[in-house]
């Protein structure tokens, strides 16, 4: 009988804190490198994102300040977007008469399908709004607007009904609760590995602190 999910990731947080309190962590050579010290400055997020294949070379608004990146994420009504491109002319018949539709039966979570369409020849153009996750050992589709939502509802400590307010609110389609699951699962293994990488971090530092005032824990470590 498979165990139940919360003991899973009670398992999971007790091993890394048994290797912390275990020692195994000195000396351990078959670690993977943890790059270098600016990697190591970067906000929990950012870290999670990291490990969640998402590119996070584009600054991202969950940890960097607004007022200095550039924002690529936006809520916005489509009617203001057509306003926007009330003068833009279609690159099929060469009028200005584009409009911006979302295609509900085809969104993804909260990646919503939007088209592109001439009112005078019937040009079209779609395009989610989100980029997805490409993962070379996943056959699976991941839209990179869909994790971030499941990591914000881990970051305010709440859960699926978070996201289902927030969809209800403004509304729109929001993630399934299947795969709300599946993003939530993939993101506690992160945040566990994180939660590794913290403790190995800090019992290094402190090892690497006490070694330079006492030679029995120098000469024990090294």
Not at 31 to 44: D, F, I, N, V
Not at 61 to 77: H, V
Request: include cysteine; hydrophobic fraction near 30%; charged fraction near 25%.
């Amino acid at each position: 009988m498979p165990r139940p999910k919360g003991r899973r990731r009670l398992e999971k947080l007790n091993k890394a804190r048994n290797v912390m309190l275990s020692g195994k962590l000195r000396g351990n050579s078959s670690r993977p490198s943890l790059g270098p010290a600016s990697e190591g400055q970067r906000g929990a997020s950012r870290s999670k994102l990291d490990r969640l294949s998402i590119n996070t070379d584009v600054p991202s608004a969950i940890d960097l300040d607004l007022q200095e990146t550039e924002q690529l994420w936006t809520i916005a009504n489509t009617n203001q977007l057509t306003d926007l491109m009330s003068d833009a002319l279609c690159p099929n018949c060469f009028q200005s008469s584009l409009t911006i539709r979302v295609i509900k039966d085809e969104n993804m979570g909260f990646a919503s399908k939007l088209k592109l369409c001439c009112s005078s020849c019937g040009y079209t153009k779609s395009k989610f709004s989100s980029p997805i996750i490409h993962k070379s050992n996943c056959s699976s589709v991941a839209f990179e607007i869909n994790t971030k939502m499941v990591l914000y509802s881990h970051e305010i400590g709440k859960g699926f009904t978070s996201l289902q307010t927030f969809s209800s609110v403004l509304g729109i389609s929001g993630i399934s609760q299947r795969a709300f699951k599946d993003h939530d699962n993939k993101i506690t293994d992160c945040e566990v590995e994180s939660g590794e990488d913290m403790l190995y971090r800090t019992a290094n530092a402190i090892r690497q602190g006490y070694a330079e005032t006492d030679d029995d824990i120098r000469e024990a470590i090294e």
